[in-house]
């Protein structure tokens, strides 16, 4: 019977890890919760909330640490280049992006300093040649 219970639980482990998806890392945590991708969060950040567009000062310092590991670095310009391009519709999140931007370059590790300075992709296309515009209309 114990034997039974134990592979029962651990199909129940293996379905619930199904449903889930892979566990995320922390630093997709934060992504996640203060730079949000799925139109529910953004949602959220209308008319009530329009207090809650700065990501605070403590988590900007955690992420410009992670940035010195080279597995949540990616993780972290991915992020913000999304944003960047996909929800420009929305002038809180793009504040916030920029503001991460910022912070990230002033205050990253010395070593991909460099990568958010450029504002190229692999197409050589420069991503930085509409962002004045875009910040003038914020």
Known sequence: MDRLRAAFD??????????????KSPV?????QYLPLDEENIVS????????????????????????NV???????MRIWEILIDHQHNPNMMKKALN???YLIIN???YNKYEYEQ???????????????LIAVI
Do not use: W
Not at 50 to 64: C, E, G, H, K, S
């Open 10 to 23: 651990e199909v129940v482990e293996i379905v619930k890890m199904a449903f889930n998806g892979e566990p």
């Open 108 to 110: 990253a590790g010395d």
């Open 45 to 68: 950040f209308s008319a009530k909330n329009r207090q809650a567009v700065a990501i605070p000062t403590f988590i900007m310092n955690d992420l410009a640490s992670r940035t010195n």
């Open 119 to 133: 504002y190229e992709f692999s197409q050589q296309l420069d991503i930085g040649a509409g962002m004045q515009h």
């Open 71 to 77: 597995v949540d670095c990616p993780y972290i310009q």
């Open 100 to 102: 991460l931007l910022q």
């Open 28 to 32: 997709e945590d934060l992504l996640d």
